[in-house]
């Protein structure tokens, strides 16, 4: 069992994330080749906040989420989750990544309560979530009769779309209602419309029980679309340049043309690569 300084992860109910002067290098054969990936970061994220990083690619932004996690031991600084130093690898917490990483071998059902035969945490109310999350994700689906017309959880992940497949990994990350959930890029592999609306699936699931967020995305629109709070970093050493406050009613439109407020967050993140130079309009490359 994986702790959190004295106190067992698995106890864990308070979602908060503090990050206190955190700094990683990745070594090198000497210490002049050792590559400054990370930091510092200062950051406070309350318990039920849905936070986003936005950056460059090797910012560093998969790097702080590992770190988050527990999975990669900081060069400097500290983590404290729920209050407590993360010392070793979190157990409480739902990882999803860009790759769904489902068991070729199990079932979708199978693979989702994978989580219950590891943690020995198998019952009714496992159960009761999992059916839930099946139906919350559109993996099944009923006439108005009540008979199934889509029914996922017998497939293997072969026989089911890409959108399936990263449907059935976020109710594994789900199912056993953890305080905090960690996506690193988590809808990169899915076509547009797809992506569209499993973003607003996991909106809907967010509002339900409110864990803390960590989501880690290239997209901008994504970002400002499903965050309270938008955070853009730097070109590597990745440092948190803005913290953004995103104040719109929610849910949010899956058209972000409906909500020109939300336009105006994305405009000004855009100019803040510009004026990094991560990205060049042509108006900025004239003399």
């Known amino acids: 069992m994986s702790r959190l300084g004295k106190g067992s992860a698995a106890t864990v109910t308070d979602g908060s994330i503090v990050l206190d002067k955190l700094t990683h290098w990745f070594p090198g054969k000497g210490r002049d080749a050792a590559f400054h990936a990370v930091g510092p970061v200062e950051l406070e994220i309350p318990s039920g906040q849905f936070v986003s990083i ?9 790097t702080l989420m590992l770190i ?4 990669l031991r900081p060069s400097l600084g500290s983590v404290r ?3 407590q130093s993360l010392n070793e690898p979190l157990t409480d917490v739902g990882i999803v990544f860009q790759d769904h990483l489902l068991l070729p071998f199990r079932t979708a059902w199978d693979n989702v309560m994978l989580q219950a035969d590891i943690r020995g945490t198998g019952g009714p109310e496992m159960t009761a979530r999992a059916e839930r999350l099946f139906d919350q994700l559109k993996l099944v689906k009923k006439d108005a009769s009540g008979r199934a017309v889509l029914d996922a959880r017998g497939r293997y992940p072969a026989q089911l779309s890409g959108g399936m497949q990263q449907r059935v990994s976020i109710a594994r ?16 592999a899915l076509d547009a419309l797809t992506r569209l609306q499993v973003r607003a699936d996991l909106e809907q699931l967010w509002l339900t029980d409110r864990p803390t967020v960590l989501f880690i995305t290239h997209s901008v629109e994504e970002a400002v679309g499903l965050s309270d709070r938008v955070l853009v970093m730097s070109p590597t050493p990745g440092q948190v340049v803005r913290d953004m406050t995103i104040d719109i009613p929610r849910p949010r439109p899956l058209s972000l043309t409906e909500a020109p ?4 967050y994305m405009e000004e993140i855009y100019q803040l690569f510009e004026d990094m130079g991560v990205i060049e309009t042509e108006a900025a490359s004239r003399p």
């Open 54 to 62: 936005v950056g460059p690619s090797g910012c560093g932004k998969s």
């Open 261 to 264: 407020e939300l336009r105006e």
């Open 173 to 188: 990350a789900l199912v056993h209602n953890p305080p905090i959930i960690m996506m690193d890029e988590p809808f990169g």
């Open 68 to 71: 988050c996690a527990g999975l």
């Open 81 to 83: 989750i729920g209050g």
